[in-house]
């Protein structure tokens, strides 16, 4: 019994032992240190939210820690050199001769462009076009190329036998290059003269109406002479209205000559 009684208090000894060793180790397990890493998760943690906090909130106001926006400049457009100056003549290919009024800047989707300002007296309207454009245009026609002209509309016609629709859209397409030689084949190759029998298409009517103005103007500019005389010039190239001036030269009234009566006097 005395073994047995022994043995059983030195269980309880040794129970008590191992319970003062445990709580010994948990103790050496909870280091100072363990409390700096949760607190360093946690400023980490704060950080992300802040961070997310800019992306999602455009309004928010950024601190001086946090990246800055860039700031976007005015852009301005590509400086060029000015080929025309202000009271020039030139040829739009869309609208025909124009004459440069003044220089003027606009802003077109934050940038600064500077355009020149463009008066079609005919059409009576206004058109712009920017500087850096400018090649679009193209100075009025010398001497030498009105009187090269003269001779495109006086040579015979040449007309493709393609249908209509695609001889069309040829004919548009030199009318809007603005190139003062392809206007005068377009009218040459659809000029009808006076000859009545002949049947036009409104569309060709239209088409031929068209070039004949652009060339006449360009004609009456470069030549310095009145509307009538630069027309004179176009319909005796192309053989038309004939009659007409005829008529017109024969209702002038001729000086009278002085007779015998009137010399003697």
């Known amino acids: 019994m005395k073994n047995i009684l022994k043995k059983i208090l030195n269980n309880k000894k040794t129970k008590k032992v191992i319970k003062k060793k445990t709580k010994a180790v948990k103790k050496v397990i909870k280091p100072k240190k363990i409390s700096k890493v949760k607190k360093v998760i946690k400023d980490t943690k704060k950080k992300d939210k802040i961070k997310a906090e800019v992306k999602t909130d455009p309004l928010r106001i950024p601190k001086s820690n946090e990246q800055k926006p860039e700031i976007k400049k005015v852009k301005k457009q590509e400086t060029e050199k000015r080929l025309f100056k202000v009271k020039d003549y030139v040829v739009y290919p869309k ?56 001779s495109i509309l006086k040579s015979k016609p040449k007309i493709k036998r393609s249908m209509w629709s695609r001889r069309a859209q040829e004919y548009e397409a030199k009318i809007s290059s603005g190139k003062i030689y392809d206007l005068a084949e377009v009218v040459r190759d659809l000029n009808k003269g006076d000859d009545i029998m002949v049947d036009q298409s409104y569309s060709e009517r239209q ?22 005389d630069a ?12 009659e007409k001036q005829a008529l017109k030269v024969e209702e002038k009234p001729v000086a009278e000559e002085p007779t015998n009566q009137q010399t003697a006097e």
């Open 231 to 242: 027309q004179k010039k176009l319909d005796k190239a192309l053989k038309r209205n004939l």
């Open 207 to 228: 088409l031929f109406e068209k070039a004949y103005e652009r060339l006449l103007s360009e004609f009456q500019i470069v030549m310095g002479s009145s509307l009538e």
């Open 95 to 150: 609208h025909g001769v124009g004459q440069i009024t003044e220089t003027k800047k606009i802003n077109i989707g934050g940038i600064d462009v500077e355009t020149y300002v463009l008066k079609f007296e005919k059409d009576k309207a206004n058109g712009m076009v920017p500087v850096n454009k400018q090649s679009h245009l193209r100075p009025l026609a010398t001497i030498n190329q009105i009187n090269k002209c003269v």
